[in-house]
């Protein structure tokens, strides 16, 4: 109902007709559990409608929201959700829209498909703000608390803009396919989009460069019982193209269940990076291999080694390390 985060307050829902459910929710939005509410002079009210099989496996709401802090809003948006269930298909998607701000402040759409074979499709794209658009996003990099502290330097329009400006937007596409290829092994193929804004320079808070688009893909394949029952094999391969890297990563792991008391859980981790900042290359090596030994079904006890190898080669400086490391630990489950 376009409320995100936590809130101490009251949500009141009403059901005038079978499939029309009515919300109203009121209170102060809230960081962190421990907060005091209204500690902060902020406070909000919303009431949202929903539609339940407007169509048959689809639900519908609709909500407003104004949200103040102090004497002045903080943030003020209208939105609209919607999902779509069946056997095979399933589909999300949510606008919210700031008129206080007057831009869109987040969008999402995700949806999945599974194919009369058993594999599957799943896709997802969103815009978000982060933080959630508000006017108190003004107050970062600032020297004082609160709104009206701020109001005696800049005018209201001016701490708007600052809080666009202090607001990070990023987009994101990620699409994955599934498909088992028996009874033992199943394949996966995962790709993603990443792209994140910068910050400009204002009200006295240096820009923050923007990373660009980054792109992100992999390739699994996964056997269980392949030989013995219950084990678990895994490989995969993974590529990073990032503000930083290109990463070239190969990753096996399996677990092997020794009898009905011990687990073993080898691992190991190859991994190629060319630098980009600076010119230079890293190669690295992370093997492990963990035993769980369980004393009761709540109970077990824990022990991992492992290490790091690497060899970085740059303009500057050429080095290798060497790292190892053991982890003893007992676990209780409640």
Known sequence: ??????????????????NTTLSFAAGSPVDRSRDEPFADDRWFYAASV????????LDVSLYALEQRVESFIDRRAVGIEAQYLDDRRSLYASVDYDFYFDRLNRALISGSY???DGSSFSARADYVHSPTLSLRDALQGQTVDTIGQLRNTFSEGQIRELAIDRVTRSSSLNVTYSRPLNDVWQATLDGTIFH??????SGGVPA?????TEFFASAQLVGVGVIRPNDILSATLRYANTYSSDLFL??????????EKWRIRPRIKIGHRDLKRIDGSEIFVIPSITANYELTKRKSFEIELGGRWSSRDT????????????????????
């Open 50 to 57: 929903e539609f339940q099989d407007v169509y048959k496996g």
């Open 315 to 334: 303009d500057l400086t050429k080095e290798q390390n060497q790292e190892f490391y053991i982890f003893a630990g007992y676990r209780y489950e409640f």
């Open 114 to 116: 599974i194919f009369e």
């Open 196 to 201: 994140t804004s910068g910050n400009p320079a």
């Open 208 to 212: 923050v460069e923007s990373p660009g």
């Open 250 to 259: 190969l990753d096996a792991y399996a677990r092997f269940p020794i009898n």
């Open 1 to 18: 109902g376009g409320i995100y985060g936590r809130f101490d307050g009251g949500l009141l829902s009403l059901q005038p007709r079978e």
